[in-house]
Structure formats: C-alpha cells, structure tokens
C-alpha cells in the first residue's frame, strides 16, 4: 500500500478484489455498478459511464467528513447519495473492481481556491484540503487518475467547469475556472493504495481540522451548494 503505481505498471490482483472499505461485493454497490455500465463490455467506456454516474448521481457534501469507518465505505457513500472526496474516490473504486475495472484509491493535498468562506473558517481558515480522495484505474494497460468529485450542479454554482473524462487522460481538477481564475492546485501526492488508508486520513483530519473533526455533528451540517451559490452569483 501507499506506493503510486507509474502510469504503465500492471496492476495486481488486490486491484480487483473486494476489501471492507473499497466493497465491492456490496450488493448495492455492485447493483449500481452493473445499472450504470449495462450492456456495455469496452472497460473504458465502462469507466467513463461510472466516472459521470459517480460525479453526478452522488452529491460532494464536504460537510459530510466524519471519522467513522463506516463513513469511508463505498456502499455508505452511494446509500447517503452524497460524500466528501475521500468517500467517492472508495466508490469509484468499489464500482469499477465491480465490473472487472482494476482499481486503487489515491490521496493528494490540494488547494483549493473557491472554497467558501464558511467551510474555510471551520477548517481553520486554510484553503488546502488534505488526503483529497482520487482514484486510479487500470485502462489499456496504464493507470490513469480520476476524481468524480464535484457534481455538475454544484459546478454551475461555483462558476467552474465541470470535470470531464475521455477514459484515456488523468481527469483531475483543472487549474483554472470558467472565467480563467485559479481554480486547483496539487500541492501534495501521497500515492495510490490498494485499500483506503483510513488511519493516516482520521490523523490527519484531527491534526489538520480539529474544529470540524471535535464539533457535533449538527454544528458541521449546512448545505455547501447554497453557500457557494450566495457567494458566486
């Protein structure tokens, strides 16, 4: 775990199989994988149907970061309908090892330019987003990075393109916004890891988000998406 595979190494089987976090053999998981691929035997164009299900079927609610395991599941993340970045990256994952996608979970620092101004005082006035959640697929034989994150409506609020994916290019954030201001930056690339390294994210949550990591539960909720719609019109 927690080695970056080049972009032409082959995967192993770990890549395929099913573990607690990245649970593939989730009845829900696999049903969503399977409705959303059909027909369809290309792997890369079975990427591609999940990369757009997983972005825009499940809502980025960053308010929704808890350092309960259970949180970090795939199928929790798919059964809440939304999920902070760590948590979609395990349900790509889960769903392309679902459909025979060989697959891995990334974590990157990443700045983050358009944060609100709520979220970015109760991470302690920061804009960086630590152990950012990707994944990683093994497509044509190479690995290419994803990150199904912000869904398409929350994009439109903020004023940024959304995130496409042709199944053969890494899709991560892009650099600049629909009016060409900064946007995202990797400031940080910890690697991929063939299951969700779930103790170094709680330590790093704690260390890096002690006010949202220590608040109740009902004093971190809001709705991220009115948020950056009010602050963006």
């Given amino acids: 775990m927690g080695e970056s595979p080049s972009p032409d190494s082959g995967f192993i089987n770990s890549d395929l199989e099913p573990t607690w976090y990245i649970n593939s053999d989730h009845p829900a998981v696999k049903a969503f994988a399977e409705r959303v691929v059909g027909d369809e035997a290309d792997p890369v164009q079975k990427a591609i149907k999940l990369f757009y ?12 970061m808890r350092l ?24 790509m994952a889960a769903a392309s090892r679902a459909v025979g996608i060989p697959a891995r979970v990334g974590l990157a620092d990443v700045r983050n330019h358009l944060c609100t101004e709520r979220l970015k005082a109760m991470m302690g006035g920061t804009d960086i987003f630590y152990d950012h959640g990707y994944a990683a697929l ?95 019109q």
């Fill in 68 to 91: 309960d395991p259970e949180f970090f599941r795939a199928n929790h993340c798919l059964e809440a309908g939304k999920g902070y970045c760590v948590y979609k990256a395990s349900l």
């Fill in 138 to 232: 093994f497509l044509n034989d190479r690995w290419v990075k994803v990150t199904p994150v912000f869904n398409i409506e929350l994009c439109e609020k903020f004023g940024v393109l959304p995130q496409e994916f042709d199944g053969e290019n890494d899709a991560l954030f892009q650099p600049y916004d629909a009016e060409d201001r900064q946007h995202m930056e990797y400031i940080a690339d910890y690697g991929t890891f063939d299951d969700m390294p779930f103790d170094k994210v709680a330590h790093d949550m704690e260390t890096k988000y002690p006010m949202i990591v220590g608040a109740k539960p009902e004093d971190v909720e809001g709705d991220f998406a009115a948020e950056a719609e009010a602050e963006h």
């Fill in 53 to 64: 299900a997983v972005r825009d079927e499940v809502k980025y609610d960053p308010y929704s």
